[in-house]
């Protein structure tokens, strides 16, 4: 059974950064589709961003998170990371990531076949 484990989420003041971990146990990242999803209580989960597998080179953002995060990889620690910059209020959420086949990634749901179990992302004064 694939299993992806997110770390690294916390309370932080608005305007403050945080950088989420993905890793695995399973097969290398590198070679699949990795997105981050957020869920907000009450809401929907929603794509924040997405990463293509191997050099494709092909990245995908949300409009409310475009300039603010970056996905990014490393290879040898088989992780991926999600780096949040100037956080506001309304990124507070549990924060997913998961794990998908496919040429080129989408921030859609149903293209992700093994997820995490989420880590808290508090924005608080």
């Known amino acids: 059974q694939v299993q992806l484990v997110e770390s690294g989420g916390g309370l932080v003041q608005p305007g403050e950064s945080l950088r989420l971990s993905c890793t695995t146990s399973g097969p290398n990242l590198y070679h699949y589709n990795v997105g981050w999803f957020r869920q907000a209580p009450g809401k929907e989960r929603e794509g924040v961003a997405c990463?293509?597998?191997?050099?494709?080179?092909?990245?995908v953002y949300a409009d409310s998170v475009k300039g603010r995060f970056t996905i990014s990889r490393d290879t040898p620690k088989n992780t991926v990371y999600l780096s949040m910059t100037r956080l506001e209020p309304e990124d507070t959420a549990i924060y997913y990531c998961?794990?998908?086949?496919?040429?080129?990634?989408?921030?859609?749901?149903?293209?992700?076949?093994?997820w995490g179990s989420g880590t808290q992302v508090t924005v608080s004064s």
């Open positions: 990463m293509s597998a191997r050099d494709s080179g092909r990245l």
């Open positions: 998961a794990r998908a086949n496919g040429r080129e990634c989408q921030i859609r749901r149903d293209e992700y076949a093994f």
